[in-house]
């Protein structure tokens, strides 16, 4: 199951970014509701290899589920 960035938990560090071995993880427009940059995961590319979830130093800015009501997509 693809893994989500729960937008406005994200504070757009995005050490995610460059560890994604298949570059699904996207900026997003704006700001979220923190004032930071944030990210998004490609759900149709994600290859559910954790990587991400292991490198976020954010608590809880990423799971391990596919969920489109918590991650807003642009
Ligand atoms: S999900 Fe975590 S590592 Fe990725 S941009 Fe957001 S805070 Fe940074
Ligand atoms: S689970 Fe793996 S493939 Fe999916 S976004 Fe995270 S690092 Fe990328």
């Given at each position: 199951m693809p893994h989500t960035i729960v937008t406005h938990v994200c504070?757009?560090?995005?050490?995610?970014v460059d560890a994604c071995p298949v570059a699904c993880i996207n900026p997003g427009p704006g700001k979220n509701n923190k004032g930071t940059e944030w990210y998004w995961i490609d759900f149709s590319t994600?290859?559910?290899?954790?990587i991400c979830l292991q490198v976020?130093?954010?608590?809880?800015?990423?799971?391990?589920e596919e969920r489109p009501d918590l991650q807003e997509t642009p």
């Amino acid at each position: 199951m693809p893994h989500t960035i729960v937008t406005h938990v994200c504070e757009g560090v995005a050490d995610c970014v460059d560890a994604c071995p298949v570059a699904c993880i996207n900026p997003g427009p704006g700001k979220n509701n923190k004032g930071t940059e944030w990210y998004w995961i490609d759900f149709s590319t994600c290859i559910d290899c954790g990587i991400c979830l292991q490198v976020c130093p954010v608590e809880g800015a990423i799971i391990p589920e596919e969920r489109p009501d918590l991650q807003e997509t642009p």
